[in-house]
């Protein structure tokens, strides 16, 4: 097959097209030939290096969100067995049994042991030893993948495969943030900082759907724009006074939630934009890692910081299953071919561009 492998650090010249050996399903995975992978930016960071993921080798075919056909079912996955059953939601997720040559299927890209008790409560992104399609095992920058049939979800006629590939990542990190671990619901006023993210995009509208008001803040009026589309009722540039423009639009009382993963040029007005006992989750930090805290600004104004790291089996069938659902949507910005990769990494690398990049096998 055709893929595209990494052999070293640096620029999308490390990454070229090459022809590899077609994977081989074992006796419970799918082979998936993949319709559209999207790029996240751990591929960047990855390719960039040093490796994020533990276990990462070179050469690696990236490519963590991937849709496509099933092209091949392992023995023990075919006839009317059914996989992940004990995960709620996993129906209305389109994860079922009887997995079968042709069914159009998205791919959750995080494996883990299967025998820890970190994978044993459903939460196999914090397993010792995950692995990650496309993250730290072969992934969608190529014409086949094979995964176990337990990370594939249907998807029904009505999404797209283009955009079920756009889901995997982005929502499910922001399902995880907004739901699970900030628990907006509604009535609240919760402040998206880089509302315009491939992330924040579905945060927003997951706030939104939750029935909270959302304060969005992005760096462009095009980004607040799209943030306005989605629904979100005020509009801040990320260079105003974010703090006073909450608060007047609280009557004075603040933000009950702030979701921050564009780290420390955004700490502090996520923080000072907060009500007493409000809710700062934090959950990537793309401009730094180290931000200063007044402890006693925590403890007097009993705010709560909150990390959210990887979903959970549980977030990513629900997230699915709202997507199915309707109402909620992804933002695709372009689509490149294999043969493509420098401008769709060139595309992905634009902080100025909105939305999903896609690479179509
Ligand atoms: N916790 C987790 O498990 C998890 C999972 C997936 C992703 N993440 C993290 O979530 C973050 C967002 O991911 P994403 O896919 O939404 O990213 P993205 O689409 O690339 O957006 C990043 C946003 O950050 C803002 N930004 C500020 N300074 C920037 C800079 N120097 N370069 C680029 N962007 C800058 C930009 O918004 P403005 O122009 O509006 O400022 C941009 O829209 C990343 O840090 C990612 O690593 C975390
Ligand atoms: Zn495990």
């Not at 050996?21 to 030939?33: A, E, I, N, T, Y």
């Not at 042709?102 to 820890?116: E, H, N, S, Y």
């Not at 992005?218 to 980004?223: E, L, R, T």
């Not at 000072?272 to 006693?296: H, K, Y």
């Amino acid at each position: 097959m055709r893929a595209l492998v990494q052999t070293a650090f640096g620029g999308p010249e490390v990454v070229s097209l090459r022809r590899v050996p077609d994977p081989v399903p074992g006796p419970s995975d799918v082979l998936v030939r993949v319709r559209a992978c999207a790029l996240n930016r751990l591929d960047v960071l990855q390719r960039r290096g040093p490796a994020v993921l533990p276990g990462f080798r070179l050469p690696h075919i990236a490519g963590m969100d991937v849709a496509g056909h099933i092209e091949a079912v392992g023995a023990e996955v075919s006839g009317t067995k059914t996989v992940g059953t004990e995960v709620s939601g996993t129906e209305a997720s389109g994860q079922a049994g009887g997995l079968a040559t042709g069914d159009r299927v998205v791919i959750d890209p995080t494996l883990g042991c299967g025998a820890c008790p970190r994978c044993a409560a459903g939460d196999p992104g914090h397993c010792a030893s995950v692995r990650v399609v496309g993250g730290n095992i072969a992934g969608g920058f190529a014409e086949y993948v094979a995964v176990p049939a337990r990370l594939v979800h249907r998807v029904p006629a009505h999404v797209g495969l283009a955009e079920a590939a756009a889901l995997p990542s982005a929502w499910s990190t922001a399902w995880h943030a907004t739901l699970t671990v900030g628990e907006v619901t509604a009535g609240e006023t919760v402040l998206v900082q880089a509302a315009a993210s491939a992330v924040s995009i579905a945060a927003v509208q997951l706030a939104k759907r939750a029935g909270a008001r959302v304060v969005a803040v992005a760096g462009s009026d095009a980004k607040l724009a799209l943030a306005g589309d989605l629904g979100a009722d005020l509009l801040l540039r990320n260079d105003a006074d974010v703090p006073a423009a909450v608060r007047r639009f609280t009557g004075g009382e603040g933000a009950d939630a702030a979701l921050d993963h564009v780290g420390a040029a955004t700490w502090r007005a996520s923080m000072d934009c907060l009500r007493p006992g409000g809710r700062l989750v934090t959950f990537g930090n793309t401009t730094g890692d180290e931000v200063t805290i007044s402890l006693a600004g925590v403890y007097h104004r009993g705010l709560r910081l909150l990390g959210s790291g990887a979903y959970t089996e549980a977030d990513f069938a629900a997230m699915l299953a709202a997507y199915y659902g309707g109402g909620l949507r992804v933002v695709r910005r372009a689509e490149y071919g294999l043969d493509e990769l420098p401008a769709a990494f060139a595309a992905a690398e634009s902080r100025a561009a909105i939305g999903k990049v896609l690479v179509r096998p």
